[in-house]
């Protein structure tokens, strides 16, 4: 698995949670890297991206103000910083490869895929 993702688990309201999401190939560095997301039987949808140098993001507004993409290329990692969690943000977190060094929301845009990683917040 090219795209690991790890740091998922059972939270409490109010929580928080971090994620990351290793490149085990070293091939991301320039790449823009998303976070994604898919409750039991919704479609999947953007979470976060961030660009290849991290000095840009972008949030869906439903994340605004409460979580936190980063990266270190150094170590082949971005992170999710998920703080103030509710029952809504309970699902599979995936993070994903974009094809361009500036990531965006569109599925359409990523090319490689992490495994998941499941969030369960607890009211």
């Known amino acids: 698995v090219q795209l690991q993702a790890s740091g998922g688990g059972l939270v409490q309201t109010g929580g928080s949670l971090r994620l990351s999401c290793v490149d085990s190939?070293?091939?991301?560095?320039?790449?823009?890297v998303g976070w994604f997301r898919q409750a039991p039987g919704k479609e999947r949808e953007f979470v976060a991206t961030i660009s290849w140098r991290g000095d840009r993001t972008h949030y869906a507004d439903s994340v605004k103000g409460r979580f936190t993409i980063s990266r270190d290329n150094a170590k082949n990692t971005v992170y999710l910083q998920m703080n103030s969690l509710n029952p809504e943000d309970t699902a599979v977190y995936y993070c994903a490869k974009s094809r361009y060094a500036v990531g965006s929301s569109e599925l359409s845009h990523y090319v490689t895929w992490g495994q998941g990683t499941l969030v369960t917040v607890s009211s």
């Open positions: 190939r070293r091939t991301f560095t320039n790449n823009g």
